[in-house]
């Protein structure tokens, strides 16, 4: 069964410093996807980034890029320039290639940005 | 944009009692999932819904849970029998295509069994 591992609880960052929140994963799948999600303390799940197997190069979204590892099943997040308004929970994410396939998450990371 | 939208966002019921909880997914959307998170906890998959019947569904979800698509816009979450461990959030997601496409999920329904 595929397996999420986020090994940082909580993490706390200087403003505009950049921060790497890790996640491995375990799979015996050839196609699947990796996602993360940021949820702060309103509580809505906002997706922030998408990373495919087969993707060769690393996934980006303006500040957020996904540093993909394959062969050591890693899939970390780092957030450039870190702002206020990055305090939230993180969870990694994977899903397979079936049709209607569930999104299992990691136990996430709680990042706390000092200003 | 268009969004995934659930209602109601809190509902406190009594023990024993059954809550039917509603989404309305993205409205060209064809897959449809149900996910729960308990306080402080991670997301957990709960089951998912393509051309009008169950895909796949968890441990979690079991003959006490039942989903519907009563129409073409909405995406329901029943819970027959509450218990106090179904207290959680619950999410909605849809997405296009299944597979790797990203979800979109709802803002989440609280459900508080007291």
């Known amino acids: 069964a595929q397996k999420i591992t986020q090994t940082q609880p909580g993490m706390f960052v200087q403003e505009k410093e950049a921060v790497t929140l890790d996640c491995t994963y375990d799979?015996?799948?050839?196609?699947?996807?990796l996602f993360w999600y940021k949820q702060p303390s309103s509580g809505e799940m906002i997706f922030l980034i998408y990373q495919g197997s087969y993707d060769e190069q690393n996934a980006t979204e303006g500040r957020y890029s996904l540093n993909f590892q394959k062969a050591r099943k890693s899939a970390n997040l780092v957030i450039s320039a870190s702002q206020l308004g990055d305090s939230a929970m993180y969870f990694c994410a994977w899903t397979g290639y079936s049709s209607a396939s569930k999104i299992i998450f990691g136990s996430g990371t709680r990042l706390s940005i000092r200003p | 944009e268009p969004e995934v939208t659930q209602t109601p966002s809190h509902q406190v019921t009594q023990m024993g009692q059954e809550v039917i909880l509603r989404c309305v997914p993205i409205s060209n959307h064809l897959y449809f999932y149900w996910y729960r998170q308990i306080l402080g906890q991670k997301v957990e998959f709960l089951v998912s819904?393509?051309?009008?019947?169950?895909?796949?569904k968890s441990e979690i979800f079991d003959d006490q849970f039942s989903v519907e698509r009563p129409d073409g816009s909405n995406f329901t979450l029943k819970i027959r029998s509450t218990k106090l461990e179904d207290s959680a959030m619950y999410f909605c997601?849809?997405?296009?295509?299944?597979?790797?496409?990203?979800?979109?999920f709802g803002p989440g329904t609280r459900l508080t069994v007291t």
């Open positions: 819904f393509y051309n009008n019947e169950i895909s796949e």
């Open positions: 997601a849809s997405n296009l295509a299944g597979g790797t496409h990203e979800q979109y």
């Open positions: 799979t015996s799948d050839q196609s699947y996807g």
